[in-house]
């Protein structure tokens, strides 16, 4: 999910809310095992190849409308040419 947030100081943040299956997910459980062996999620228009199997990267660590979800934020204010200026990576919970 993106979001774009102003801050007390009025300056804009855009924000990238990644889902955090690194909350659920135990270092060397066979679901860790089977991530590591994909490294990556791939989006292309037609198709998803998740890193997670679909049963749980489509459910439990997927951002629904309406449904709290664990991320991680990756947070970024740009200057007027788009340069990043400021930088943060936090965890939140969003709503879609």
Not at 71 to 79: C, E, I, K, M, S
């Amino acid at each position: 999910a993106v979001s774009v947030w102003d801050d007390a100081l009025g300056r804009q943040w855009i924000h990238v809310h990644v889902a955090d299956p690194s909350r659920l997910v135990s270092p060397r459980s066979l679901m860790d095992v089977y991530a590591s062996r994909r490294g990556v999620s791939v989006f292309l228009p037609e198709k998803h190849f998740p890193m997670l199997p679909h049963s749980v990267s489509s459910t439990v660590f997927s951002i629904h409308p309406g449904k709290d979800t664990h991320v991680l934020t990756f947070a970024a204010r740009l200057d007027a040419n788009g340069a990043i200026v400021e930088k943060r990576i936090f965890p939140a919970i969003v709503q879609n």
